[in-house]
């Protein structure tokens, strides 16, 4: 990840939760009291924000002692220790919701990426993510996508064409809209084209498309047309693919299958934060 572009989203990020100042944390505890935090998984799955625990406590307080304890991408288990975070209590619960939603979140996204990854072993076919991330978390979501196992679709509208169906409507056919596009772009960008008939298929092969995504297509329908496509222009599905019809869509010959469900609606990973203070221990917040 960008670390400049990640240190200035968390000071972002800090400002709107904080603001002028924690009330609670202030109120209760001086500056000089200290403890500690465990964060510890409650399920299991792949753990993803190490950045976020390394530089967003540190960021608050320079001051604060920060152990992780795992590598993005290691599998967890419920009960390991993820984390621990040693100093001025008021830092630690300054940071710890802040820090505590990004590393589910992206540890969440990781585990999914990953089930969604091993439902395609034994095929030609690669997992990728969608434009469907949180506004202003994209490049953590995608990041979270990778550590996961599977790989990014464009990153946004403008290291990529895709034409799809509104696109292709106001042009007039598929055949106008890649000729308008090809004539205005350099020869690093690929142009992808959304199909949902056969007819649309043969028209986006003879336009010249790069990459070609079957729309809300079966799987039987993919695998009945994929042989129509030459081998230089890549295939894709989308639409409707979950956990649960992933494998057929592996197997119809399809070389990638996006998901945005890989992002736009993933249960966030369930981690706590132990807490210790003067020789106590209990349970923070989830």
Known sequence: MNVIKLKAMLTSFFNEDIGDGDLSSEAIFSPEEQGSFTFYAKEDGIFCGAQIIEIGFPLLDSTLNVQVLKKDGESISKGDQLAIIKGSLRSLLTGERVILNLVQRMSGIATKANKAVAQTIGTKAHIC?????????????????????????????????????????????????????????????????????????????????????????????????????????????????????????????????????????????????????????SYGTR
């Open 129 to 281: 993510d969608t434009r469907k991330t949180i506004p202003g978390l994209r490049m953590l979501d995608k990041y979270a996508v990778r550590i996961g196992g599977a790989y990014n679709h464009r990153n946004g509208l403008y290291d990529a064409i895709m034409l799809k169906d509104n696109h292709i409507a106001f042009a007039g056919s598929i055949t106008k809209a890649v000729e308008a596009a090809r004539s205005k772009i350099g020869h690093t960008v690929k142009i992808e084209v959304e199909i949902e008939t056969k007819e649309q298929l043969i028209e986006a092969i003879d336009a010249g498309a790069d990459i070609i995504m079957f729309d809300n297509r079966t799987p039987a329908e993919i695998r009945d047309w994929i042989s129509l496509v030459p081998p230089h222009i890549a295939t894709e599905a989308s639409g409707n693919i979950t956990l649960d019809n992933l494998r057929a869509y592996a197997e119809s010959g399809v070389q990638w299958i996006s998901l945005g469900a890989l992002t736009h609606s993933v249960p966030a990973f369930d981690i706590s934060a132990l807490v210790q203070q003067k020789g106590e221990m």
